[in-house]
């Protein structure tokens, strides 16, 4: 075995994973963290994994195809799900956290673990010597973007992330709210406030016109699909909101009332003092979104605790540079996992943390690395970042429209997703036992 220490760049959620993954199997970890001692513009602590887009890690049914990643990741132990699990708050069917316990987890986990060194510093170059994993996330340092832009020698792209803004509890008047999930599955973990047409209509116009941040005159605009800021779909047409994250499908008010559109606000923390407000991550400048968002039922005397923002993500051009074992093409002692691999979603993220991790004990061995099978959700992810075609490559969440199709065509849309969940859990169990 190599006795030297695997070197995980980045102590979010990938890097975490990947540093618990390698020390569970008795490999010295290195682990870097350049927080606090630089901070970025999202992050408000110095704690590991610390979540800033939103505390929801999307649905945790098996239906889904976020469910069916998560039953993955808790069959190969990993530990951003125990902590996930540790650490939930109310959602429905998702699975959210309350933040500040779930990176309290994170980090604690780390700092304990005796085959783990945690390293407050900045990493401005990339190791020369030995297994390195890159888990640096979509807001790497200029610094060492430099330096990774030299090593892989491959143009890098970005887009435009947007944070939902959060407000305190204690603001929202009640009285114009109503409690509920969609098609009430889970408990009533959702605050919803009902709007009809005329006030649908206004808040869109109000989007529309609004004063946003402009952008720095030498980036362009390239926002990721699945992360549209607010204002940005209310103009790409009248009904976009209500047919997307406003829509009143699955809702119905106390009074029986017919909605037009909806706006949900789901719990951020498990003191039950702040909501996030779902689906309205935003560019707007500060003073446009306490005057629109304040027309929202409910919200007209709202303390916002964080106004939503924008920042610039980096991530690779994965299919031009990685192997479906998440090394470089360039270099295979070194490893990438994370957002900045091109996939999207706090748990993707972690997902391939966890793979990047395990192929880095292979590496450090004399092991061949593994790539999970294809009709895993895992395998499907590393597949696609590493065999999507490289002139159109964006990031992406797993869906099923990611996995294979069955070898024996099933019509029906629900008994063609169970069939292939049993499919990705079996080829999953006998994958893993290959797994040291």
Same mark, same amino acid.
């Given at each position: ?70 039953? $993955? ?133 109000a989007l529309c016109n609004a004063e946003c941040v402009a952008l720095h005159e030498v980036e362009r605009e390239l926002f990721f699909e699945g992360c549209l800021p607010v204002e940005e779909m209310a103009r ?31 719990? $951020? ?40 923002s924008v920042h610039r993500n980096t991530f690779l051009n994965a299919p031009r540079l990685l192997l479906p074992t998440l090394q470089t093409k360039c270099d295979p002692n070194l490893l990438f996992a994370g957002?900045?691999?091109?996939? $999207?979603?706090?748990? $993707? ?88």
């Amino acid at each position: 075995m190599n006795a030297h220490p695997i070197t995980v760049i980045g102590g979010g959620l990938a890097g975490t994973e990947a540093a618990f993954q390698i020390a569970s199997r008795g490999v010295p970890v290195r682990l870097y963290e350049m927080r606090p001692q630089i901070p970025t513009r999202v992050h408000c602590s110095d704690l590991l994994g610390e979540l800033v887009c939103s505390n929801s890690l999307k649905a945790d049914t098996l239906s889904s195809a976020h469910g069916l990643l998560k039953a $993955e990741m808790r069959h190969l132990n990993s530990l951003v799900l125990r902590a996930a699990d540790a650490c939930r708050v109310p959602a429905g069917s998702a699975l959210a956290v309350d933040r500040e316990q779930f990176a309290r987890y994170l980090t604690d986990a780390v700092c304990r673990h005796p085959g783990i060194s945690l390293v407050r510093e900045e990493v401005t170059e990339l190791p020369s010597d030995g297994f390195v994993i890159v888990a640096s996330g979509p807001l790497t340092s200029a610094t060492l973007t430099a330096d990774i832009q030299r090593r892989v020698g491959a143009e890098q792209l970005y887009f435009y992330d947007a944070l939902s803004p959060i407000v305190a509890a204690d603001s929202i008047d009640y009285t114009k709210t109503f409690f509920a999930s969609r098609y009430d599955r889970g408990g009533k973990d959702y605050l919803n406030c009902a709007l009809n047409r005329d006030l649908y209509e206004q808040l869109c116009d109000a989007l529309c016109n609004a004063e946003c941040v402009a952008l720095h005159e030498v980036e362009r605009e390239l926002f990721f699909e699945g992360c549209l800021p607010v204002e940005e779909m209310a103009r790409r047409g009248p009904q976009t909101l209500a047919f997307g994250p406003l829509k009143p499908v699955g809702l119905t008010p106390p009074d029986q009332s017919q909605l037009h559109a909806v706006v949900q606000l789901r719990l $951020e923390d498990r003191m039950r003092s702040a909501y996030n407000m779902v689906g309205f991550q935003t560019r707007l400048k500060y003073g446009e979104q306490r005057r629109i968002f304040r027309m929202i039922p409910g919200l007209e005397q709202a303390v916002f605790l964080r106004l939503g923002s924008v920042h610039r993500n980096t991530f690779l051009n994965a299919p031009r540079l990685l192997l479906p074992t998440l090394q470089t093409k360039c270099d295979p002692n070194l490893l990438f996992a994370g957002q900045i691999t091109g996939v $999207e979603g706090y748990v $993707e993220s972690a997902a391939t943390g966890l793979l990047a991790g395990l192929n880095a004990v292979a590496l450090s061995r004399g092991d061949a690395p593994l790539v999970p099978p294809a009709t895993s959700a895992h395998g499907a992810l590393v597949h696609y970042i590493s065999g999507a075609c490289p002139d159109t490559f964006q990031p992406m969440n797993i869906n099923f429209g990611l996995l294979p199709a069955l070898q024996t065509p099933v019509s029906r849309k629900r008994l063609r997703r169970e069939a292939m969940i049993d499919r990705a859990l079996m080829d999953l169990r006998t994958w893993k036992q290959k797994v040291a």
